[in-house]
């Protein structure tokens, strides 16, 4: 079932998708050489605690999950895409970061990613991330009201075809609001004109995955759940919690 939001719901969200960026900013910007993932980790969840929100992600337990998600971030580090638990292991300079955060604040939820490097990006990392913040930028231009949820995906799937990048095979984005999973599925590709009509009250979570070596397929790491690149080239991830409205669609991360 899809779940409708009316305009102050959806302005709830908001306010969840504001702590998410404050945290999400404050999490890059304490990356360095030197800092262990768990770090980064403690102050998130600090700042989750600060701002009245709540992990979406302790305790998760999607059924192909090994455990519970013990952790309030992803944080998925050079050829790891997704989903990977952060872990004592300290920051390289040069390495490409995926920070990905859910929470919510008085029940609604918000969700967004992204990707930096630690200290200068190289040519390749930099085009790797620049093509997945466009592939997230077609993806909510087209997210119009009285478009298709096929618009989005061949948006975002022309972007990452365009430049001759893989995708994460079998996932995408979701719809978001009460929970952090709800319908609709959000294809990083597809045909355009096709699929669910966008009306105003719906959220979505808009994610374009990157994979550098060109192939959508994956392994899963050791621990369950974190995803990398079959080829171990890098990843990138960039993701934006987005309304349809009358008037277009408004960024709720943002
Ligand atoms: N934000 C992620 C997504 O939408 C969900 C991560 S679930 C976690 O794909 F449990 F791994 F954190
Ligand atoms: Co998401």
Not at 24 to 47: E, I
Not at 165 to 184: C, D, K, V, Y
Not at 229 to 237: F, L
Request: with cysteine; aromatic share 4%.
């Amino acid at each position: 079932m899809i779940e409708y939001k009316t305009t102050q719901q959806i302005e709830a969200i908001g306010i969840a998708g504001a702590l998410v960026r404050r945290t999400l900013d404050a999490v890059r910007d304490a990356a360095a050489p030197g800092v262990r993932l768990t770090q980064l980790d403690d102050l998130a969840h600090q700042m989750i605690r600060d701002g009245g929100g709540v992990s979406a992600y302790i305790g998760y337990h999607p059924s192909w999950a090994p455990s519970p998600y013990p952790k309030v971030l992803c944080v998925s580090v050079n050829d790891v895409i997704v989903h990977a638990i952060p872990d004592a292991s300290r920051l390289k300079k040069g390495d490409l970061v995926s920070v990905d955060l859910a929470l919510l604040v008085d029940g609604w939820c918000a969700d967004a990613a992204i990707t930096f490097a630690v200290g200068t990006a190289s040519a390749a990392d930099q085009r790797l991330m620049d093509s997945t913040r466009a592939a997230l930028a077609a993806g909510i231009a087209a997210a119009q009201p009285g478009a298709r949820l096929g618009d989005i995906a061949a948006a975002v799937g022309s972007v990452i075809r365009a430049g001759r990048f893989g995708l994460l095979a079998g996932h995408g984005g979701h719809g978001i609001g009460t929970s952090m999973h709800q319908e609709p599925h959000v294809a990083n590709e597809g045909k355009p004109r096709r699929g669910l009509k966008l009306k105003p009250g719906l959220v979505i979570a808009i994610e374009p995955m990157l994979q550098a070596g060109g192939r959508d397929d994956y392994r899963h790491c050791k621990d369950g759940w974190g995803v990398r690149t079959a080829d171990g080239s890098r990843a990138a991830h960039f993701e934006h919690t987005v309304a349809i409205t009358e008037s277009g669609p408004l960024v709720l991360t943002a």
